[in-house]
């Protein structure tokens, strides 16, 4: 990561804490719950990702197997596989809190 990266999102996370506790009146003490929830939810993006492309990968050979087409795995690991894993995570995790589990 850049050092320029890192201070852009240092920068708005400090100003999102000023926000959440001047605006939105957050207590600071429920900030290392919130930390270790959005861990949960990073996990689970992983695991999404993780079982997306290898799926996708199984996928591809099947039908490479069984169609004339040439698949390629570039397609497997595409880079909307992960946005679409992270929105998988944050269902499922919503999902859960819903179910009262999380």
């Given at each position: 990561?850049?050092?320029?990266?890192?201070?852009?999102?240092?920068?708005?996370?400090?100003?999102?804490?000023?926000?959440?506790i001047?605006?939105?009146?957050?207590?600071?003490?429920?900030?290392?719950?919130?930390?270790?929830r959005?861990?949960?939810?990073?996990?689970?993006?992983?695991?999404?990702?993780?079982?997306?492309?290898?799926?996708g990968m199984v996928?591809?050979?099947?039908l490479?197997?069984?169609?004339?087409y040439?698949?390629s795995?570039y397609?497997?690991?595409?880079?909307?596989?992960?946005?679409?894993s992270?929105?998988?995570?944050?269902?499922?995790y919503?999902?859960?809190?819903?179910?009262?589990?999380?």
């Amino acid at each position: 990561m850049s050092p320029l990266a890192a201070l852009i999102t240092l920068l708005t996370s400090a100003g999102l804490a000023v926000v959440a506790i001047a605006v939105f009146r957050l207590p600071l003490r429920a900030l290392p719950s919130a930390l270790a929830r959005s861990l949960e939810v990073i996990g689970a993006v992983v695991l999404f990702s993780a079982a997306n492309v290898v799926l996708g990968m199984v996928l591809v050979l099947v039908l490479r197997r069984i169609d004339a087409y040439y698949f390629s795995l570039y397609e497997a690991a595409d880079v909307a596989v992960l946005g679409l894993s992270f929105s998988q995570a944050i269902v499922f995790y919503a999902w859960r809190g819903a179910a009262g589990r999380a």
